[in-house]
């Protein structure tokens, strides 16, 4: 879902006047972490 966000952005942007960007479609890439949270894991 994200990626395709990004890329309809980049659609209504194509000359990269209001995200300026150096190609018209940039690499893509995300990450996603989920950690636990603090106390519940080893010490």
């Known amino acids: 879902m994200l990626l395709h ?3 309809a952005a ?3 942007d194509p000359d990269g006047e ?3 960007r150096a190609k ?6 995300a990450v ?5 949270p603090a106390g519940s894991g080893p010490g």
């Not at 018209?24 to 890439?29: I, K, S």
């Not at 996603?32 to 636990?36: D, F, S």
């Open 10 to 12: 980049e659609r209504s």
């Open 18 to 20: 209001r995200w300026p």
């Open 24 to 29: 018209r479609h940039d690499d893509a890439t």
């Open 32 to 36: 996603y972490l989920l950690t636990p």
């Open 5 to 7: 966000r990004t890329r």
